[in-house]
């Protein structure tokens, strides 16, 4: 199985910062990657497929890029409803998915 | 609107088997390309595909868990089914089912339901 690397496992940030989150995927995955943000209680919700393609109706603070292995998740300007858990998902190795151990976003 | 919502026991003992009822609306199972994942999420940990279901009836389950699982599927009722024998502690966690964000293809996951809530212990 491909396993998803996701770095760091959690840190802390600011309102207005910059934030990379970081995913590694143990073998080729082309684009085939997904990102999700977690609210406590809640249900993932998808933020960018493909790597790079933005979600309708996610804030444009959130990009993705990357491909092969190496995946990042930017978050331009954090907001305080941004802070949450991201997991990466890659879903190349059909229909088999596995996603990432997650990121957790706290408060500085 | 496409909407998802599991139900199920909340508490289960150890050894029985879970019977997770996946209710779904704004869509159909029967038309090509559709497909319905479940997904786990132990408490503080991360997420955990299980296994997927797609409109002609093939099924996929994960490798670990293969031996445990069933799904199936109601297409008149709109309803994924999903069961996992032999239950166990470790087995507590929130269950999700989820679908594509577009039909033609099973992923990504846009569409989620809310998650249940099931805890092993006698």
């Known amino acids: 199985a491909i396993r998803m690397t996701q770095s760091p496992s959690s840190f802390s940030a600011s309102t207005g910062d910059r934030v990379t989150i970081t995913c590694r995927a143990s073998?080729?995955?082309?684009?085939?990657l997904a990102w999700y943000q977690q609210k406590p209680g809640k249900a993932p919700k998808l933020l960018i497929y493909?790597?790079?393609t933005l979600q309708s109706g996610v804030p444009s603070r959130f990009s993705g890029s990357g491909s092969g292995t190496d995946f990042t998740l930017t978050i331009s300007c954090l907001q305080s409803e941004d802070f949450a858990t991201y997991y990466c998902q890659q879903y190349y190795s059909y229909p088999m998915i596995t996603f990432g151990q997650g990121t957790r976003l706290e408060i500085k | 609107q496409v909407t998802l919502r599991e139900s199920g026991p909340a508490l289960v003992k150890p050894t029985q088997t879970l019977t997770l009822t996946c209710t779904f609306s704004g869509f159909s199972l029967s038309t090509s390309g559709m497909c319905v994942s479940w997904i786990r999420q132990p408490p503080g940990k991360a997420l955990e595909w299980l296994a997927r279901i797609d409109w002609d009836d093939d099924k996929y389950y994960s490798t670990s868990l293969k031996t445990r699982l069933t799904i199936s599927k109601d297409t008149s009722k709109n309803q994924v089914v999903l069961t996992m024998t032999n239950m166990d502690p470790v087995d507590t966690a929130t269950y999700y089912c989820a679908r594509a964000l577009s039909g033609g293809s099973c992923y990504p996951l846009g569409y989620w339901g809310q998650g249940t809530l099931v805890t092993v212990s006698s």
């Open positions: 493909a790597a790079s």
């Open positions: 073998q080729g995955i082309s684009s085939y």
